[in-house]
């Protein structure tokens, strides 16, 4: 009988390994991350003596941060449940659609594999560290938001990202690989939640990325479309001036995050 039972509590103990399967609640093993090439980047706006920018092949999410998946970090860190977190890091509205500091309410069901929103890029950066992971930069983010959408009635990206400007925030928001999957693998980059990246208030030129006030200013006035990679790119505008609009701890209802990661 003792042999019995010890068979059926390893098997147990398997099966909630290889699940993650604890506690009535499904503890997501690693999430699939897809592999970006790298290569050379042109920033959107750019400087007559700007340079393009070369990366080098990274690791990247294959889809945005879930509440689920955002739900075991907040168990994990007790500083960035709602009710403790520092304002200083987060605004008031951090997970406020959640039920409590470590629910996401009954209500909720139908939102635990879409992208956790509300959430600060300093809660972004802890999670993705908390991962072994980071934030993308811009130009990662952008070079792997660029690739080709498949499974979609649009032929060009830029028609499908205006398409998505164009309509009102969804009442219960989609779960994620709900809009379409790009050339490299990766879903939903455009078409479901705006994304943090690291240097999100930053503007990138030369490969550097430490913010430039100059640049800054002649991105957001008239004289920024002379320098810009195609004026008729009216989404790349939009996301851009969106970003330099963000504070750090601020938490808004279509704002999440994706991670990436340094190949070895």
Not at 94 to 112: I, P
Not at 129 to 138: A, D, M
């Given at each position: 009988m003792m042999i019995r039972n010890s068979a059926i509590l390893i098997i147990l103990f398997s099966f909630t390994f290889s699940t993650g399967f604890v506690g009535g609640e499904r503890n997501y093993a690693e999430k699939k991350m897809v592999r970006i090439p790298g290569g050379n980047f042109t920033p959107f706006f750019r400087l007559p003596n700007s340079q393009p920018i070369h990366l080098k092949p990274f690791l990247m999410d294959e889809t945005a941060v879930t509440n689920q998946e955002f739900l075991e970090f907040v168990k994990a860190n007790p500083q960035w449940r709602r009710s403790r977190v520092n304002l200083l890091f987060a605004d008031s509205n951090?997970?406020?659609?959640?039920?409590?500091?470590?629910?996401?309410?009954?209500?909720?069901?139908?939102?635990?594999n879409s992208p956790v929103v509300y959430v600060s890029w300093f809660a972004a950066r802890a999670y993705a560290?908390?991962?072994?992971?980071?934030?993308?930069?811009?130009a990662e983010w952008e070079m792997a938001g660029e690739a080709r959408p498949l499974n979609t009635k649009y032929k060009k990206l830029?028609?499908?990202?205006?398409?998505?400007?164009?309509?009102?925030?969804?009442?219960?928001?989609p779960p994620v690989k709900s809009t379409y999957r790009n050339a490299y693998g990766?879903?939903?980059m455009h078409g479901l939640v705006w994304e943090w990246t690291f240097d999100f208030n930053s503007?990138?030129?030369s490969g550097d990325s430490r913010a430039n006030t100059q640049d800054e200013l002649q991105l957001f006035c008239a004289s920024s479309s002379l320098y810009v990679k195609d004026k008729d790119d009216y989404a790349s505008f939009l996301r851009y001036s969106y970003r330099g609009s963000l504070k750090g701890n601020f938490c808004i209802g279509n704002l999440g995050f994706r991670c990436a990661k340094d190949l070895k």
């Open positions: 951090y997970l406020k659609y959640w039920e409590s500091d470590l629910s996401v309410g009954e209500k909720n069901k139908v939102l635990y560290k908390w991962r072994g992971k980071r934030l993308p930069s811009v830029t028609d499908l990202i205006l398409a998505w400007y164009q309509k009102p925030n969804p009442k219960v928001l990766l879903y939903d503007f990138i030129k």
